[in-house]
């Protein structure tokens, strides 16, 4: 058996099961296609190259991650070496039931302890007690929320919820978080309940009307091949970061060329879902 191979499998494994908080055969199976009997090997390899990463929970039929996976794991990165260790935290994003919305980018640092916490919370619907920290209140302060998606938008990932201080839904960026425990108390409220998640609206996106009329045929030319405009389906939700990523201006008296070349156009249907400026 090839060591170099064993190591990729490893981090295959490994990788799952630091920002899932778990895996089991039947996710290795439906990730990697792999047969059972290749996927229990590809696991009883893992566990003999780090037994003290996981415990087995026999009513989930999985490995669960353990306190020495995620520290001995982070140790790892924090001394930037490259290796199979580190190679561990890059964030995975699922294909598997719990899928998490990716629009490339990883700028800001991640725990996988955080990440698993709100990916197990999700799947098994329940909720997730930790402290914050935001730019309104920067003291940190604890927070429970009830999480139903993650989302990574730009540089950040932030984990949609119900959060039980507000009584409201609401969007948490995953680096400002800490100390995040996984409660036994069971989900109460619904997605489908989070009315500016359920919401789709259709995004008209424009060339900036304050360029000159050669300047939009070349910004039209780039992001709409040519076209006048270019619509998107985006959920209410995360409108705003559709507009950050774009750089697209909302208030185009304000929010002028050259810093923006697009402008959002049916500004009249989106208004009421934009963050208050």
């Not at 696991?43 to 929970?57: A, I, K, N, V």
């Amino acid at each position: 058996m090839s060591v170099d191979g064993r190591e990729a499998r490893n981090v295959k494994v490994g990788r799952i099961l630091l920002w899932e908080g778990r895996v089991s055969r039947s996710r290795l199976v439906a990730e990697y296609g792999l047969s059972p009997i290749r996927a229990s090997e590809w696991l009883r390899d893992f566990r003999e190259s780090f037994p003290d990463w996981t415990t087995w929970d026999s009513k989930l039929k999985a490995d669960v991650a353990t306190f020495t996976a995620y520290s001995e794991a982070e140790r790892a990165g924090d001394s930037r070496q490259p290796g199979h260790l580190t190679a561990m935290l890059t964030p995975y994003v699922s294909n598997g039931p719990n899928p998490q919305m990716p629009l490339l980018w990883d700028f800001v640092h991640t725990s996988p302890h955080t990440f698993s916490r709100l990916n197990l919370a999700i799947a098994d619907q329940r909720r997730v007690k930790f402290l914050y920290c935001s730019m309104g209140n920067p003291e940190p302060h604890e927070r429970t929320i009830e999480p139903h998606s993650i989302v990574k938008t730009g540089r950040r990932w932030h984990v949609r919820g119900y959060c039980v201080e507000k009584k409201d839904f609401r969007d948490f960026v995953l680096g400002r978080m800490s100390k995040v425990k996984l409660l036994p108390d069971a989900r109460t409220a619904d997605v489908t309940d989070d009315v500016a998640w359920s919401t789709i609206i259709n995004v008209r996106i424009i060339a900036h009307p304050k360029l000159s009329v050669a300047q939009q045929v070349v910004v039209r030319n780039e992001y709409f091949k040519g076209a006048a405009a270019r619509v998107e389906n985006c959920r209410a939700a995360l409108l705003n970061y559709l507009a950050q990523e774009l750089m697209a201006a909302t208030d185009v008296k304000r929010q002028a060329p050259p810093d923006f070349q697009l402008a959002i156009e049916n500004m009249q249907e989106c208004r009421r879902w934009l963050f208050p400026t």
